[in-house]
């Protein structure tokens, strides 16, 4: 088992909808869990961090943790074209490892 | 967060060659880490590298192919040794950063370097 799996993608989403990006991770003991956007040709950015269990919400993006179910997710609300992009899920592998798991990606474009 | 520059941006290079990459961040941190982007790929971690120590390598890496300096806590370099068409890819460097919540940490990348190998 990998040990961060992302939805297979591409996601096309019209635009104004939601975009919903899923990532499961094989380690228990992960506490931080982030959300990078990735545009074409660029390098990652860090969108969302989040580390304790429910909700987190910043602008049109809501983080939604669940450790029973070791299940992250990425809601994009009110998507736009500007959201198009791949965006990957990273999980710090261990309890004091500092060294991030990537996921593959999950390519997102909003169709306007 | 922290603000990171990468030299060069891009290059061409010859196979049987080296190019030595700089990272540059605008505050002192302790980890810096290399990774390497193949086309359609997600990130693989190179190495970590910290101040005052050895690079530690990840499988699959190591220092002869890839050599690293970390001579101070704003600076580090990635060179890509005798070079192989295999080894076009995009490295990219990352700093961590104190995320403000309890001891918990976060990762921000420099912009990558796009190398070819001809």
């Known amino acids: 088992q990998k040990e961060v799996e992302q939805n297979s993608g591409p996601l096309s989403v019209p635009e104004g909808a939601i975009a919903s990006l899923n990532c499961t991770y094989s380690?228990?003991?992960?506490?931080?869990f982030f959300w990078y956007r990735q545009y074409s040709g660029k390098s990652p950015e860090l969108i969302m961090s989040i580390y304790s269990n429910g909700d987190k919400e910043d602008g049109r993006f809501t983080a939604q943790l669940n450790k029973a179910s070791q299940y992250v997710s990425l809601l994009i609300r009110d998507s736009q074209p500007s959201d198009s992009a791949t965006y990957l899920c990273a999980v710090p592998r261990g309890l004091s490892d500092y060294k991030l798991s990537f996921g593959a990606g999950t390519t997102v474009t909003v169709r306007a | 967060s922290a603000v990171i520059s990468q030299k060069p941006s891009r290059d061409i290079c010859q196979r049987g060659t080296s190019l030595t990459i700089q990272c540059q961040v605008d505050?002192?941190?302790?980890?810096m880490f290399w990774y390497r982007q193949q086309p359609g790929q997600s990130l693989t971690l190179i190495a970590t590298?910290?101040?005052?120590?050895?690079?530690?390598?990840e499988s699959g890496f190591v220092i002869d192919k890839f050599p690293i300096s970390r001579p101070n806590l704003t600076f580090s370099t990635l060179t890509v040794s005798n070079m192989s068409p295999e080894d076009s890819s995009i490295y990219l460097c990352?700093?961590?950063?104190?995320?403000?919540?309890?001891?918990?940490?976060?990762?921000?990348f420099g912009p990558g370097t796009r190398l070819t190998v001809t």
């Open positions: 380690d228990r003991v992960s506490q931080s």
């Open positions: 590298a910290n101040q005052g120590s050895e690079a530690t390598y």
């Open positions: 505050s002192q941190v302790t980890m």
């Open positions: 990352s700093v961590e950063v104190s995320s403000g919540f309890r001891s918990s940490y976060e990762q921000y």
